[in-house]
């Protein structure tokens, strides 16, 4: 089993995150105001630049309405 660096980690879930959102018909402003946080949150996580909470995956997933499993599926 190989493992990413924290970075790799952090830019693949971003990415994977933007591809779940978009699929369900998100957008950044929609999903931020659905979890109640800023937009410019998720834009960072999107983008890698920052490490989000479990509970924030959680409500990420919640408000998806994907199991929280999807967004950690980081193989392309």
Known sequence: MEYLTEKDFLIA????LRKVRKAQ???QAQLANDIGV???QI???ERGIINTSV????AI???LKVDLQDLFNLIN
Do not use: P
């Open 55 to 58: 509970g924030n995956a959680n």
């Open 25 to 27: 018909g998100f957008t």
């Open 13 to 16: 879930f971003g990415k994977n």
């Open 43 to 45: 834009s960072r996580i």
């Open 61 to 63: 997933a919640k408000a």
């Open 38 to 40: 800023e937009i410019s």
